[in-house]
């Protein structure tokens, strides 16, 4: 096949010369047209070289153009993911201590007026009207007043006949350039940062303390390290956190942004600060792209769905404007002091480890032998089921043996059988479920039903993690009308 493509070429090239050679470019305009040709053969063979090029990006760059993997894709999903992210990254964080959360979450509107002053922008008088996205031209204004004219006499005609009257079609929307931006603050009560952590703690992806098999609501902080990447995206300002931990005598504080390409924290200032009322916990800022009025419902709603799923924390919700008709405080108030278990640390369960895992865990384990190794690194592994296991292996294998010596076709090995055996079920105690009391709370707290039913499974496990599935449901209601079935369904897993 490649013969052949090359002969298709070299026949197409010798039909150029034939031409010029019939006399179709006595000139010598032809020759001028073959220079052109080769330069633009050079160009080609350029990009192709250059698009041949090894090229590498840093986690935060790669997802700064996928951030919609994040939950990022649009300004009003970026606004409830930034916010759905921080409260739950500052759950975690009072949750980790024993300490029962109270959490303040403000989302604050900043006219473009007031962002253009905290950028230092100054405000220009439009020029060329016709140049905007939302203009409209004098006859789409004449039609449009003509037709609200009709709507409010139509109105009027209803109103005087006793009917229904309907709401005025919603005026035209914002430009696409006219964005809105929020500033949004997350305060708890939570273990803290440690003051030389900080900058790299959040600004830097896929660093954190959340690695480790237990659970977690957050992936390794992911979301909230997007939200300042999408702050640099969308308004180029820095975040702002202060930090304290319990006994600490000063509160940290300190200013960032991140660098994409290099995937490291751009401090603009961190220092320390006198902590007069002894607190403790995180407060982090930040001004995002958003859209409110999209997203309004969806944010209040999960606010409203925490509340229920956890009802011994305690939520102050406000949102705040210029207008203050549209001003909300909504306070989810705190029904129990109950709070789960602390999710504990575990190890691999043998049955959820791949090829890759085993050969890490052996680079990182302090334990010289192959008993030791399987005793110590895996749960449910006892020593008794350690040596029948290796003695299943084959004879190339000892209970002795170093591990660091085990070969690539010994570890396949030790894998295939891992997949084979049968382990115990792991114990869940790296789990923290609700439970069946907090959950029925939580519902009443929200819903105030009329019938409410509730259901925990005992720990189970799938391809080695455990998990354990939470469900209630309630008929009627708060605010209802009808009859309405309200399912809440709340699974954990560990991974």
């Not at 294998?397 to 090995?413: G, I, P, W, Y």
């Not at 114990?427 to 069946?436: H, K, R, T, V, W």
């Amino acid at each position: 096949m490649d013969a052949g493509g090359d002969g298709a070429t070299g026949a197409t090239n010798r039909k150029a010369p034939s031409a010029a050679a019939a006399g179709s470019n006595p000139k010598g305009k032809g020759k001028g047209k073959g220079k052109g040709k080769a330069t633009s053969n050079s160009k080609a063979s350029a990009t192709a070289k250059e698009s041949s090029l090894l090229k590498q990006k840093s986690p935060a760059e790669f997802f700064a153009e996928n951030k919609n993997i994040a939950g990022f894709d649009n300004p009003g999903k970026s606004l409830y993911t930034t916010m759905r992210e921080l409260v739950e990254n500052a759950l975690d964080s009072a949750e980790s201590i024993s300490v029962i959360p109270d959490i303040e979450i403000t989302l604050e509107e900043i006219t473009k007026n007031k962002f253009n002053t905290m950028i230092g922008l100054v405000d220009r008088d439009r020029i060329d009207e016709e140049l905007y996205d939302d203009f409209e031209s004098i006859k789409a204004r004449e039609k449009r007043l003509a037709k609200e004219a009709r709507f409010q006499e139509t109105q009027a005609k209803n109103a005087a006949l006793g009917k229904k009257v309907k709401e005025a079609p919603a005026a035209r929307g914002k430009g696409r350039g006219e964005a809105a931006f929020f500033r949004v603050t997350c305060k708890d009560n939570g273990r803290g940062m440690p003051h030389d952590d900080i900058p790299n703690m959040l600004g830097r992806v896929l660093s954190g303390t959340k690695y480790g098999l237990r659970q977690t609501r957050g992936k390794f902080g992911l979301g909230a390290k997007m939200a300042l990447i999408w702050s640099k995206m969308s308004t180029g300002l820095p975040i702002e956190i202060k930090s304290s931990m319990k006994e600490q005598n000063f509160i940290s504080f300190c200013r960032l942004d991140i660098d994409i390409h290099k995937n490291v924290p751009h401090i603009h200032l961190h220092e320390k600060r006198e902590n007069k009322d002894h607190w403790h916990g995180a407060e982090i800022q930040v001004i995002i792209e958003g859209n409110w009025t999209t997203h309004r419902s969806k944010i209040l709603h999960y606010m409203r769905q925490m509340a229920v799923i956890t009802p011994y924390a305690q939520f102050l919700f406000k949102f705040l404007s210029d207008s203050v008709d549209k001003n909300l405080t909504i306070q989810f108030a705190r029904r129990t002091d109950v709070m789960p278990p602390i999710p504990l640390q575990t190890k691999h369960h043998p049955s959820a480890v791949d090829l890759l895992l085993i050969k890490r865990l052996i680079t990182e384990t302090t334990k010289q032998n192959l008993l030791q190794f399987l005793q110590h690194e895996f749960v449910n592994i006892s020593k008794s089921h350690a040596e029948r296991l290796i003695g299943e292996m084959g004879p190339d294998f000892s209970a002795k043996m170093t591990v660091k010596s085990l070969t690539s076709q010994q570890l396949v090995r030790i894998h295939q059988l891992f997949r084979q055996a049968k382990f115990d079920d792991p114990s869940g105690n790296c789990l923290s479920p609700a439970g069946e009391y907090n959950l029925r709370l939580g519902i009443i707290k929200e819903l105030h039903p009329d019938l409410v039913a509730t259901h925990a499974s005992s720990p189970q496990v799938f391809e080695g993690h455990p998990f354990i599935v939470e469900a209630g449901i309630s008929i009627g209601g708060k605010d209802v009308k009808h009859v309405r079935i309200c399912f809440v369904s709340y699974v954990v897993l560990t991974f």
